[in-house]
């Protein structure tokens, strides 16, 4: 019967320590109420998942994850006071680990940005990135609340954690000294003059305007022609202001070679044969511009060919019109569109920078 006993206290003993031992060191209990909350949120059950993730976080403070979703949740609900709320309190919690804190911040910079606080987002983003956030996606939002902000220098600033390429900080530099121009032409200069230094064809266009700018007129004309005609495709960005200039000052003969040159160069440049084709309509030169158009090698159905061949056509032959008319109901369907030659992006809306590579100047015609 002792040894009974005695075998009995001691299997009772192994158990004891067995259990303790595999409890040790895991939480008091399972955060059941966490991943409930998780699994609503994946469900799309918002506001279930508050309420459960609201539990874990009271059963267990430590559990910063559930808070902080708590107040993503509500941000997406269009809660954003709310969201700064929880996020804000956060943000200040002691002894938070560095990875925990980013996040949080990250989340506080996001609520900002719904409210349209840029100015608050973007002090949150820069305590970011002082915990230790290199990543990408801080660098490129603080980026994009810079240019919100119209903070050009800091923008470029921001940039240099962006592009490593050289050749793309410093377009970055003259997209930046672009929009600076109007405001601060000098300090606009200080990028243009990077850019040229570094052979960036958009700076030769920037410095073009920069001229204009300071009311140097004459080279401010000079300098747009000769980047015209050297780049081509600028003539969207740069014609209409060349031409402007060249017809106040009566220089006719001049502005018809410069449209010549350029479509010698870029015999499918739809902008200057457009501008070519108006002119000489204007001139009474008929003959001339239903010549350019019927050697023209543009495409047949494309909206650009047939704008232009209505023009020519509604001066001199009112029956190809009507030929034309299935073909411009076709198009009048299809949209221009510009791709990035960086990586791939399109859009109908023309800018100097691409918004999903940031690549500036990197923009065609498709
Ligand atoms: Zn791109």
């Given at each position: 019967m002792i040894y009974f006993i005695i075998i009995l206290s001691v299997l009772f003993l192994a158990l004891l320590l067995i259990t303790f031992g595999r409890y040790?060191?895991?939480?008091?209990?399972?955060p059941k109420n966490y991943i409930k909350g998780l699994e609503l949120l994946s469900d799309g059950d918002r506001e279930k998942a508050i309420e459960y993730l609201n539990r874990a976080w009271k059963e267990d403070?430590?559990?910063?994850d559930a808070y902080l979703r708590v107040g993503d949740i509500l941000r997406e609900m269009g809660k954003a006071n709310s969201a700064i709320m929880i996020h804000r309190n956060l943000s200040v919690k002691?002894?938070?680990?560095r990875d925990k804190k980013i996040r949080v911040l990250k989340s506080l910079a996001e609520d900002y940005i719904v409210m349209k606080k840029y100015g608050e987002a973007t002090k949150v983003l820069i305590k970011s990135m002082h915990e230790g956030d290199e990543s990408q996606e801080t660098a490129r939002k603080l980026l994009w609340l810079f240019e919100m902000q119209e903070e050009w220098e800091k923008a470029y600033e921001t940039a240099r954690n962006i592009f490593t390429d050289r050749k793309k900080l410093y377009s970055y530099g003259v997209y930046a000294g672009m929009k600076l121009l109007k405001k601060d032409p000098d300090k606009a200069y200080h990028y243009i003059r990077q850019g040229l230094k570094a052979k960036i064809p958009l700076a030769k266009l920037a410095n073009a305007f920069y001229l204009l700018e300071k009311e140097d007129i004459n080279s401010g004309i000079k300098e747009l022609i000769d980047v015209l005609k050297e780049y081509p495709s600028y003539s969207d960005s740069g014609l209409d202001v060349l031409e402007k200039l060249m017809f106040d000052r009566g220089r006719f003969s001049e502005i018809e070679s410069v449209y010549r040159d350029i479509i010698e160069k870029d015999p499918m440049n739809i902008t200057a044969i457009n501008h070519y084709v108006d002119f000489l309509l204007k001139k009474g030169d008929k003959n001339k511009a239903l010549d350019l158009i019927t050697n023209l090698n543009l495409p047949d159905n494309h909206p650009d060919t047939l704008h232009l061949k209505l023009t020519v056509y509604a001066e001199?032959?009112?029956?190809r019109i009507k030929e034309l008319t299935p073909m411009l109901i076709r198009a009048c369907k299809s949209t221009q569109k510009y791709k990035c030659r960086e990586c791939g992006y399109e859009t109908e809306v023309f800018d100097w920078?691409?918004?999903?590579?940031?690549?500036?100047?990197s923009f065609v015609r498709v």
């Amino acid at each position: 019967m002792i040894y009974f006993i005695i075998i009995l206290s001691v299997l009772f003993l192994a158990l004891l320590l067995i259990t303790f031992g595999r409890y040790r060191g895991t939480p008091k209990k399972l955060p059941k109420n966490y991943i409930k909350g998780l699994e609503l949120l994946s469900d799309g059950d918002r506001e279930k998942a508050i309420e459960y993730l609201n539990r874990a976080w009271k059963e267990d403070p430590e559990n910063i994850d559930a808070y902080l979703r708590v107040g993503d949740i509500l941000r997406e609900m269009g809660k954003a006071n709310s969201a700064i709320m929880i996020h804000r309190n956060l943000s200040v919690k002691p002894l938070i680990p560095r990875d925990k804190k980013i996040r949080v911040l990250k989340s506080l910079a996001e609520d900002y940005i719904v409210m349209k606080k840029y100015g608050e987002a973007t002090k949150v983003l820069i305590k970011s990135m002082h915990e230790g956030d290199e990543s990408q996606e801080t660098a490129r939002k603080l980026l994009w609340l810079f240019e919100m902000q119209e903070e050009w220098e800091k923008a470029y600033e921001t940039a240099r954690n962006i592009f490593t390429d050289r050749k793309k900080l410093y377009s970055y530099g003259v997209y930046a000294g672009m929009k600076l121009l109007k405001k601060d032409p000098d300090k606009a200069y200080h990028y243009i003059r990077q850019g040229l230094k570094a052979k960036i064809p958009l700076a030769k266009l920037a410095n073009a305007f920069y001229l204009l700018e300071k009311e140097d007129i004459n080279s401010g004309i000079k300098e747009l022609i000769d980047v015209l005609k050297e780049y081509p495709s600028y003539s969207d960005s740069g014609l209409d202001v060349l031409e402007k200039l060249m017809f106040d000052r009566g220089r006719f003969s001049e502005i018809e070679s410069v449209y010549r040159d350029i479509i010698e160069k870029d015999p499918m440049n739809i902008t200057a044969i457009n501008h070519y084709v108006d002119f000489l309509l204007k001139k009474g030169d008929k003959n001339k511009a239903l010549d350019l158009i019927t050697n023209l090698n543009l495409p047949d159905n494309h909206p650009d060919t047939l704008h232009l061949k209505l023009t020519v056509y509604a001066e001199t032959d009112i029956e190809r019109i009507k030929e034309l008319t299935p073909m411009l109901i076709r198009a009048c369907k299809s949209t221009q569109k510009y791709k990035c030659r960086e990586c791939g992006y399109e859009t109908e809306v023309f800018d100097w920078k691409c918004p999903n590579c940031l690549t500036v100047d990197s923009f065609v015609r498709v």
